[in-house]
């Protein structure tokens, strides 16, 4: 079937690091079932002579690890399933078809979820592959804009790839051309927020597979400069210090007040952010859709 794919030995972590350039064993599914991008269901073969059920903890295990819904244990001879949302397990007379697998696992319609689907990952040929709780981290994300949620916080340590769910957010939304009017008519408009500029140096040389015509880094001394923001692209990296315009006599800037509203009232607690605009960002013209903040500490997103 179209948009269906079966991954063998589906590699879901490299192995616990031991020390000494060396790793313990590699956690493998034997068989994961995707549709339209998105992880559906693992399968645990065993042998033709083993019990039917001796993969059920296996594949129970690699399911709550992939936070998939549906799980498979088989010998050959029969299968068995397990339902991991309501706990129903047994055997079954076949497996699913895709489109089942899609319609039990999303039984309610959204439209914005389905474009964020039909949207694929950016891999570049697979040589960037992100981690298990990567997947999750940026699914659990484009499933809550998709139900209209406007803030959303993600909180992750450090090294474990918060650009790269950035930039997979951004791709998704940039290719599936989601805005705040929720009408996919045009590509959206990004603002990355960094609180230094080597994290913004950073974000804009890890998304160099969008259009080179879509990527903006802004600099406050272009800024001071030109008397102007540029305008003109789709993306758009700066530090806090661009959108922070004083009141002569006060000690805050403007943009203060919005960002700790957004952040739980510690913007530099956040590595990313998706925080509402503020009043310095009108600078842009036109408030951007989407506003990722980075900050040392911390990872968030908001619409």
């Known amino acids: 079937m179209p948009d269906s794919r079966v991954r063998r030995e589906y590699e879901i972590a490299p192995g616990r690091i031991e020390g000494f350039g060396r790793r313990g064993g590699r956690l493998k599914a034997d068989y994961v079932l995707e549709f339209r991008n998105t992880k559906l269901a693992v399968v645990e073969a065993k042998a033709w002579d083993e019990a039917l059920t001796e993969g059920v903890g296996q594949a129970k295990d690699y399911a709550g690890k992939l936070e998939v819904r549906?799980?498979?244990?088989?010998?050959?001879?029969?299968?068995?399933g397990i339902d991991m949302q309501d706990g129903t397990e047994g055997e079954v007379p076949a497996f699913p078809t895709p489109e089942e697998l899609w319609n039990r696992t999303f039984a309610e319609q959204n439209d914005w979820r389905d474009r964020f689907a039909a949207v694929p990952f950016q891999d570049s040929n697979r040589r960037f592959e992100g981690r298990y709780y990567q997947d999750i981290a940026i699914d659990r994300t484009l499933s809550a804009i998709a139900d209209g949620q406007q803030r959303i916080l993600l909180t992750l340590a450090t090294g474990t790839g918060k650009t790269f769910i950035a930039f997979q957010l951004a791709w998704k939304l940039f290719q599936s051309r989601w805005s705040l009017t929720?009408?996919?008519?045009?590509?959206?408009r990004i603002l990355f927020l960094a609180d230094r500029n080597i994290l913004a140096n950073q974000a804009f040389n890890s998304f160099s597979a969008f259009p080179e015509d879509a990527l903006v880094r802004i600099q406050p001394a272009d800024i001071k400069k030109k008397g102007k923001v540029p305008k003109n692209g789709s993306l758009f990296f700066t530090i806090f210090q661009t959108f922070m315009?004083?009141?002569?006599?006060?000690?805050?800037?403007r943009a203060e007040p919005a960002l700790a509203k957004a952040t739980g009232g510690n913007p530099l607690r956040l590595r990313v952010a998706w925080v509402p605009a503020c009043e310095g960002?009108?600078?842009?013209?036109?408030?951007?859709d989407t506003i990722l903040v980075n900050t040392h500490p911390t990872f968030s997103t908001s619409s």
């Open 70 to 80: 549906f799980t498979y244990s088989t010998n050959g001879q029969g299968i068995y």
């Open 182 to 188: 929720r009408e996919p008519r045009r590509r959206p």
């Open 245 to 253: 315009t004083e009141k002569p006599g006060t000690r805050h800037s």
């Open 281 to 288: 960002m009108t600078k842009l013209g036109t408030p951007p």
